[in-house]
Each structure stands twice: as structure tokens, then as C-alpha cells.
């Protein structure tokens, strides 16, 4: 239990166990990562893209939000925000060893999510695309009346995308519910953040009708406090909220990157010791939620977690060429027939209402 009854998750509405799990998935997420690291440098698998630096913010949204009924759009570094709304370590392992028993039968490339149980919505790789759709799933909620958020993650580099600025306007103009996450991790590839972005990327979306925050991405609370903010007003029909997350990439872009071409070791060390994992982990152990003797515990039990999910990963067999076509055609009696679609005589003047065609 807190030894601050004033603490400030109880403020925000998250229990001692909330922000136990939080912390304990951004320890997993860390750990998975730096495993899938080790199997591409010993030729297991092709690439790996790292999430590390960005596991806090990532966690922290997601536990804003409302699993297995609010639809997630995360993009290829979210791994820390997939294994919080559904996903397991053992279903990441598989995922990057390409094994059959993945549950996108082994065809999607690293960082690639798409879980249609968890509302995971799978991503393409020309970058800023998954934005639209967001949209789209925004317009759907608000033409079913129901109470779904969208929630999509990008970088700022691919926030120079035009898909985006499609994305803001729309979503703005008919007040639909999408949170836009930027995940702004200071570098695209290897392009420094000042020379990839003209002025803020939060102020944009004033000029599309909607409130942007800029937030600390390794304060899991602020970032906790924001997204809640950003859900409950879309909720409430009042439209779109663009977060920019200011975060640090620790790692180079992927493993085909050499990032010592354009950054210095003392800016990564620099940023390394502003860690949000540790910073939240300094926080439990002020409130009395986390002890030394338990994060030790917890530290074993993930390493042991992530291990056998590795090796259970590895045995699994590869997809046969006999599946070549499964998961390309939808299979007899896979059409849901209850969906409600759009008339054709219906136009997006119809779903706010203000008679335009």
C-alpha cells in the first residue's frame, strides 16, 4: 500500500497495483527488447527496430485508455504499449522469429502490430499511414454513436507527411474521436528533430481546429494525466487531441544503423541517465508501492518470462508453403454481417448533423 495517501496516481485515479503493472510492463517491454536485440546480432532474425527511451510514455497511455473496446494504432517502436493492452512477450518473440504460430502467421516485419482481439490494428511500413485510418475508425464510432477512441502513435519525422495534416484537418473538421500521440524521439533516422520539423509539432493542431499538449515523455503521470484528459473528451464529442511527447531514441534507428555517424556517445549518455523507467521506479520507491527486495523479484521473474518465451519461440516451426495464401483471402462465414455500413446516400455532413453534403 502508498505511504502516501496524497500520492500522485491516487490524485489521478490509478490504484497502487495500476501503477505496479505499469512499471512491470515497462520493465518487460525493456527486457524484451534487449533479448530481440541479442537474436538479431546472433543471426536468428533479420532486423530489430528498439523502442528503448520510449517504453514510459507508451505504458503510460495506454493505461488512459479503454482495452479491447478503444482501437489502437500504434506505430513500429510501440512495443511497451502493445504488451499493455493485450499482447505477450511469447506473441512478440514469435512475431519476430516469423514463426507460424504468430498470430499474423509469421508475415509481418518487426514492429508491425496487428491483433484483432486487442483492437490492434495493423500498421503498414510507408510511415504517417496509420493516421488515416485512425480517422476512418474515428468516423465509424461517431456514425455508430458508441463511445470508441482511436489512438494512434507516429514519430515526428513522419509528421512531415502529408497523411498527417490530411489526418488533423479531417478529424477536425468533423470533431472525431482520435487522440494523436507524437512519439517525438528527437531523431528521424538520423536527421536531429531541428532539421526535420519547421516549429512545434504540438502548435499544429490549433491551426486544424484542436488543443495540442506538449508533455514530458518520461513522466509517466503527466503522460497518464494527458491522454485520460484527451479520451474523456472525445468521449464527450468534442473532437481530437494532438499529444506531442518529448523523448529521447537511446538506441540507433534500428540495428542496420550506425548512429555515431551523427550524435556523440556523451548526448546518448546524456539522455540515457533521464530515463523514465528508472524515474518511475524512484517514484514507487518514494511512495512505499515498490521495495528494493520486490524489484529484484520482479526484475527475476520478467528475465525468466522473456527467456522461456524465447525459447518457446525458437521451436516453434516456421509457416509451411502450404499456408502461402492463409491470412490473404477471407475464409467462408468470416464476414460480419452485423456491422453497420454507411448508406449510400449518407455523407460526412450527415454524422455531425449540419446538413452539408
Known sequence: MSLQPSAKHLQLGLTDDQVLQMYILMRTARKFDER????????????HISSIGQETAQVAAAFALKKQHDYFLPYYRDYAFVLSVGMTVRELMLAALLRAEDINGGRQMPGHF?????????GSSPVATQLLHAVGIGLTSVMRKDDRVAFVTFGEGSSSQGD?????????????????????????ISIPVHRQVAGR????????????HRVDGNDALEVFRVVKEARERAVRGYGPTLIEAMLYRIPPHSTADDDMLYRTKEEVEHYRGQDGIERFRRYLLECGVLTEESDQTILEQIIREVGEATKYAEKAPYPAPEDTLRHVYAEEGMTDHGDQHLLAGDSLGDVRGDGTG
Open 114 to 122: 496487428g491483433y484483432k482481439k486487442h483492437h490492434i490494428v495493423s
Open 201 to 212: 509539432i504540438v502548435d499544429r493542431a490549433a491551426g486544424y481546429g484542436f488543443p495540442g
Open 36 to 47: 530481440a536485440l541479442l537474436l538479431q546480432r546472433s543471426g536468428k532474425t533479420a532486423f
Open 164 to 188: 498527417v495534416h490530411e489526418a488533423f484537418n479531417c478529424a477536425g473538421l468533423f470533431k472525431l474521436p482520435v487522440i494523436f500521440l507524437c512519439e517525438n524521439n528527437q531523431y528521424a
